[in-house]
């Protein structure tokens, strides 16, 4: 059984910082990308941001310069930065990992349950 685990939302005001965390546990044999999605109320679910096995990363314009995405290999752990944070960056933040089971043979898409992040004074 694969299992990803999120910590670290909870509620700041406004030009406050975060820091999400992502663990991925289980029988893994390999992760390709990890990511954050984030859902608000009565809004699709969006990517952030999301980083590659080799360090690529990419974000969704409204975060650049504020958020840092960040991968620990050897821990199969995917970190969040979030700095300057918006109202607007309020959200049910979910993490993603693209992996291959141990003994399959494809990648597929693994959720994690979801960290609430509230933005307000």
């Known amino acids: 059984q694969v299992q990803l685990v999120e910590s670290g939302g909870g509620l700041v005001q406004p030009g406050g910082s975060l820091r999400l965390s992502c663990a991925a546990s289980?029988?893994?044999?390999?992760?390709?990308?990890m990511g954050w999605y984030r859902q608000g109320p009565g809004k699709q679910r969006e990517l952030v941001a999301r980083?590659?096995?080799?360090?690529?990363?990419t974000y969704v314009d409204s975060v650049k310069g504020r958020f840092t995405i960040s991968r620990d290999n050897a821990k199969n752990t995917v970190y969040l930065q979030m700095n300057s944070l918006k109202p607007e960056d309020a959200a049910v933040y979910y993490c993603?990992?693209?992996?291959?089971?141990?003994?399959?043979?494809?990648?597929?898409?693994?959720w994690g349950q979801g960290t609430q992040v509230t933005v307000s004074s």
């Open positions: 980083i590659f096995s080799g360090g690529i990363a």
């Open positions: 289980g029988s893994i044999d390999s992760i390709n990308s």
């Open positions: 993603k990992a693209d992996l291959r089971p141990v003994g399959g043979s494809r990648y597929a898409d693994y």
